[in-house]
């Protein structure tokens, strides 16, 4: 079967993308420089799927390393590209470790790929490049404006999309299929893999389960005096597991030459808009632990409500985001529970 180089494999969503692939048959080599991962997460994998995926520890961003790789792997017909750095609070303070990181990964894998002759990619963007879209965008499709980026590491995924269209543009070779997610959140339901933040989380539902397990005082919800039904702001939160499946689409329509365009982009999201009140609250609800939690003011730079019209994916990915919430929300705390174990 076909080889994928999944980047970033080690990763949060690399990690769930890659036990889809390989329950789908693919082989996968991953290459992760565990700046933001741990390599036991293969266990988890391993323990997922019955084999363990092949591995490199290397960075991206090493021509050199990359080079290696694509030689020894000859059969690589695809790559996944998760590899970046994605704390947007740190990109405001280091820009230059994220324009390094982000920018210098994509085109080093680029030139390898051409190198190689490997000619699809599937890269992750991110529903950031639209910022707050206008009334009459919401919900969110793959033709509302691209807004100026609200941090470096926005202006990073608005950039890579650039290279990768001109990339596109000058080798005819090349298929691209861009895809932005929304607010990825739980994982996988045997809680063998999941995510593992770096300190203090920033993301609200792993804020919301570290509280929920006692490592957090109490939840700061940002905000409730927002232009939304209960105050709070709303975002389409995705089940990571879901996330992971539309990967596979993506690799098979490129792989089976179904794109209709040389670089497609998808909005991979539910549909449905929930507020942060919302999902404390149906947390609460299905795993019946009580989060203690505070109204604080506004976060900074925060948007008030986006969620996708996932149309696209849904009728031309042949993809469709269908988890329940409850479930997505307990999936969480299981892992949440099995990692404090
Ligand atoms: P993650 O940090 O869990 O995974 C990224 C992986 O890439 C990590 O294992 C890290 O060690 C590795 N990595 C980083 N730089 C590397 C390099 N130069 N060479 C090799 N490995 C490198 O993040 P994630 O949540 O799984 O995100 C995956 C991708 O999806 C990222 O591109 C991210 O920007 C994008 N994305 C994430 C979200 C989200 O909320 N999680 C939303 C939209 C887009
Ligand atoms: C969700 C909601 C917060 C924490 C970020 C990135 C974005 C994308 C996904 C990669 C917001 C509220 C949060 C807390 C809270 N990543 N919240 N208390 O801000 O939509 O997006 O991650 O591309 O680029 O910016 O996600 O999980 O941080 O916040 O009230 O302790 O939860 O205000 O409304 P966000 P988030």
């Known amino acids: 079967m076909a080889r994928i180089l999944v980047t970033g494999g080690t990763g949060y969503i690399g990690s769930h993308t890659v036990v889809e692939l390989m329950q789908k048959g693919y082989d996968v080599v991953i290459v992760d420089n565990l700046s933001n991962s741990d390599q036991a997460v293969l266990d988890g994998i391993a323990a997922i799927v019955g084999t363990c995926p092949d591995f490199v520890q290397g960075d991206c961003c090493d021509t050199a390393a990359m080079d290696a790789l694509f030689a020894r792997y000859n059969d690589i017909v695809g790559v996944i590209h998760f590899a970046a750095s994605k704390a947007v ?26 190198k190689h002759d490997v000619h699809n990619i599937v890269f992750s963007s991110s529903c950031t490049v639209y910022g707050q879209p206008s009334a009459e965008h919401l919900p969110v499709d793959e033709t509302a404006p691209i807004q100026k980026a609200l941090s470096p590491y926005g202006n990073t995924k608005q950039i890579n999309e650039n290279i990768i269209r001109d990339e596109a543009h000058a080798d005819a070779q090349l298929r691209a299929t861009i895809l932005r997610y929304f607010n990825p959140i739980g994982a996988h339901p045997s809680a063998m893999i999941g995510e593992l933040p770096n300190g203090v989380p920033q993301n609200l539902l ?57 670089v497609e982009v998808f909005n991979l999201g539910t549909g449905k808009g929930l507020s942060v009140l919302e999902i404390l609250n149906t947390f609460m609800q299905v795993t019946g632990v009580n989060v203690p939690y505070q109204i604080v003011g506004r976060r900074e730079g925060d948007i008030e409500q986006v969620w996708a019209k996932p149309d696209k994916a849904n009728n031309v990915l042949g993809w469709k985001a269908d988890t329940p919430i409850e479930d997505v929300l307990l999936s969480a705390w299981k892992w949440e529970q099995k990692i404090r174990k």
């Open 89 to 114: 609070n740190e990109s405001v303070e280091q820009p230059l470790k994220y324009y390094r990181n982000n920018l210098m990964s994509l085109i080093t894998v680029l030139e390898q790929m051409k």
């Open 206 to 262: 792993p804020f919301v389960t570290q509280t929920a397990i006692g490592l957090r005082k109490e939840l700061k919800v940002f905000g409730d005096d927002y232009n939304t039904p209960d105050g709070s702001c709303i975002r389409d939160y995705i089940y990571v597991v879901d996330l992971a499946k539309a990967h596979v689409k993506a690799v098979e329509r490129m792989l089976a030459n179904q794109a209709e365009e040389q």
